[in-house]
């Protein structure tokens, strides 16, 4: 018998994160150990009249095709990837896993090498989802893996993670509404605003949004999610940030990073761990050294970091900074192979000033 609140999520997913209509190409991409979740969902697709595509893989088919793989074979686009990002409606993302560590010991250059080929469809990805052409969202499917890595059993991770979703109410879309509407109260009151200065024990940094439109992260993209962001403009962050949480990408954990900004661009970075992965990342290309994006987590339900990201983020009570490819729909002009967030605690002796006015104190918005 399939879990309710699965059947939920899949319900949300398709009819309210990606609304998809009778026609809709869409893809589904996965782990082949997230099934139950991709059943439900192909189901959902079907019923709401479009066309699901499946793609499953593994963590040893994937390290595989790394580890094994000379560079004409690293920088090869596969057509289907092609037209995944550029000629489908929508993509429904299940993040799944059984060794969160898979890709660790990967030659980080390899990686490298991978991304920097796949530049062209993240820019595709991002314009055609900016317009809306390309409707996409992502979720995790909760494994032992994840649970472990959040110091949680996996039923005490299933219910932490279904309730960040709201999937385990009678009604999870209008839970996902009243999110909207709480968070566009004050992006309103961002409107036209130009400066935002973030002081405290773990920053002090100063950055323009002069322009710029912040977003309303109320679950169309990621799910869960709980955020406000935007890019900033380009060349305007001057300051420094020390990163509370650990960065985790491609199975390496970058722990204690330290960012110094002048003129929008990362001219120092360390970190007490795996400091020479996060060098590599932000020596990908020119844009990987830019902010693309700056951000609020807003989601109160999520108390305690994950180590997954898709959770980690939306911590309510934290702000987080991209480096890398910038949100066109926000005004951000950043091109790079790379969109990489790092998060900071602000519950004690931080705050966020927005044109010489205190938006945001210990953790709690002030407007």
């Given at each position: 018998m399939v879990d309710s609140r699965?059947?939920?999520?899949?319900?949300?997913?398709?009819?309210?994160?990606?609304?998809?209509?009778?026609?809709?190409?869409?893809?589904?991409?996965?782990?082949?150990?997230?099934?139950?979740?991709?059943?439900?969902?192909?189901?959902?697709?079907?019923?709401?009249?479009?066309?699901?595509?499946?793609?499953?893989?593994?963590?040893?088919?994937?390290?595989?095709?790394?580890?094994?793989?000379?560079?004409?074979?690293?920088?090869?686009?596969?057509?289907?990837?092609?037209?995944?990002?550029?000629?489908?409606?929508?993509?429904?993302?299940?993040?799944?896993?059984?060794?969160?560590?898979?890709?660790?010991?990967?030659?980080?250059?390899?990686?490298?090498?991978?991304?920097?080929?796949?530049?062209?469809?993240?820019?595709?990805?991002?314009?055609?989802?900016?317009?809306?052409e390309f409707r996409w969202v992502m979720t995790q499917y909760p494994t032992q893996a994840y649970a472990q890595e959040a110091d949680m059993g996996l039923k005490e991770f299933e219910d932490f993670v279904y309730s960040t979703m709201f999937v385990d109410k009678d009604d999870p879309v209008k839970e996902w509404y009243a999110v909207h509407d709480e968070q566009q109260r004050l992006i309103d009151w961002l409107v036209g605003k130009k400066e935002v200065v973030v002081h405290g024990a773990n920053a002090d940094l100063k950055l323009s949004i002069?322009?710029?439109?912040?977003?309303?992260?109320?679950?169309?993209?990621?799910?869960?999610?709980?955020?406000?962001?935007?890019?900033?403009?380009?060349?305007?962050a001057n300051g420094w940030v020390y990163f509370t949480y650990p960065a985790i990408r491609a199975g390496r954990e970058v722990e204690g990073v330290r960012l110094e900004f002048k003129e929008g661009k990362v001219v120092k970075a360390t970190a007490e761990k795996n400091e020479e992965y996060l060098l590599s990342q932000l020596d990908i290309d020119e844009g990987a050294r830019f902010l693309g994006e700056f951000a609020i987590g807003t989601n109160y339900g999520i108390k305690k970091f994950t180590k997954s990201i898709?959770?980690?983020?939306?911590?309510?009570?934290?702000?987080?900074?991209?480096?890398?490819?910038?949100?066109?729909?926000?005004?951000?002009?950043?091109?790079?192979?790379?969109?990489?967030?790092?998060?900071?605690?602000?519950?004690?002796?931080?705050?966020i000033l927005v044109d010489g006015e205190l938006f945001y104190k210990d953790g709690k918005f002030q407007v």
């Open positions: 699965i059947e939920k999520l899949a319900d949300v997913l398709v009819n309210y994160s990606v609304k998809v209509k009778p026609g809709d190409w869409i893809f589904v991409m996965g782990n082949y150990i997230s099934e139950p979740l991709v059943v439900e969902v192909v189901k959902q697709i079907l019923r709401a009249g479009g066309h699901p595509n499946t793609l499953l893989s593994s963590d040893l088919v994937s390290a595989t095709n790394l580890r094994e793989s000379r560079e004409e074979q690293l920088k090869w686009i596969s057509p289907i990837d092609e037209m995944i990002y550029t000629k489908a409606d929508g993509m429904i993302a299940i993040s799944s896993t059984q060794n969160t560590r898979s890709l660790s010991n990967i030659d980080p250059e390899k990686q490298q090498i991978a991304q920097f080929a796949r530049r062209h469809l993240m820019e595709s990805y991002m314009t055609r989802s900016a317009s809306k002069a322009s710029r439109t912040f977003i309303n992260a109320d679950g169309e993209h990621n799910m869960p999610s709980g955020e406000i962001f935007t890019s900033p403009i380009e060349d305007s898709l959770y980690d983020e939306k911590i309510g009570g934290s702000f987080h900074m991209a480096i890398g490819s910038g949100f066109p729909e926000a005004g951000g002009e950043n091109n790079s192979a790379v969109h990489w967030d790092f998060i900071c605690d602000a519950r004690e002796d931080s705050e």
